[in-house]
Structure formats: structure tokens, C-alpha cells
């Protein structure tokens, strides 16, 4: 079985105010959450995985090394995101554990999206 990750470009519009990043165009209200989170240059977020949520991450700005562990077959994958360049979103679905290392010398930015509150259901679980 190979594992399965989906991993896409996020449109960017830019002009000489700033940016807008399209992080989610949808109709549904699949979504119970949204975080913005900020990473420190060498911190490292996640290491665990759920049973049950299902989660957006949205790189919007910074350097990160990420990895993709399958926990039931513990199939590894990594790859380096330049968000500064082409922010990206990471769908991480139930059983994948993803770990983000902060690199470079600036904070990382995210938006995580998720379709499960975080203390609705204990669902976090260490590799």
C-alpha cells in the first residue's frame, strides 16, 4: 500500500499592499475549526496523529521540513516547503502523523482547518 498525501499549491494574489492567500474555497461546513499558528525558526509541531479528524494545514509563510509517517505501516516520507515562495496546503488525513520542523531563520505561519473540535473527542494520539 503506498501511502497517500495530498499536498497543493495555494493561490496567491499579490500587489503592493500585501498578500491574499486563498487558503479554502468550498460550500461545504465540513470544517469545526480554524488555528492560526505561528512556529518559531528551529521548533518542530505534531509528531502525533488522530484516529477520526481530518485536518487542512495551510503553510502561508516561512521554511519547514515536513514528514509523513503512515501509523499503521510506518511508511516515511519528507519534503521541504518554501512558503515565502509557493505556500502550500497539506491535507493530513486519520492515521498520518505529521511532523513540521520550523528552518530557516523566520517564524512559519499556518492555518489549520479541521472537521473535529480539539476537546470534543479525545483524538490525539504520540508516535
Do not use: W
Request: aromatic content about 4%.
Amino acid at each position: 500500500m503506498t501511502m497517500e498525501m495530498d499536498v497543493r499549491p495555494l493561490k496567491v494574489k499579490r500587489d503592493e499592499r500585501g498578500s491574499v492567500v486563498e487558503v479554502l474555497t468550498t460550500k461545504s461546513n465540513k470544517f469545526k475549526e480554524v488555528l492560526l499558528i505561528t512556529s518559531n525558526a528551529g521548533a518542530k509541531r505534531g509528531g502525533h496523529f488522530h484516529k477520526v479528524k481530518d485536518e487542512l494545514l495551510c503553510i502561508i509563510s516561512g521554511k519547514a521540513r515536513v514528514r509523513f509517517e503512515d501509523a499503521n505501516t510506518g511508511e516515511v516520507k519528507e519534503l521541504t516547503v518554501d512558503a515565502d515562495k509557493e505556500p502550500v496546503a497539506i491535507r493530513t488525513p486519520p492515521n498520518m502523523v505529521l511532523t513540521i520542523t520550523t528552518i530557516g531563520g523566520s517564524q512559519l505561519v499556518l492555518v489549520e482547518l479541521s472537521d473535529e473540535l480539539y476537546d470534543e473527542k479525545p483524538d490525539t494520539f504520540k508516535k
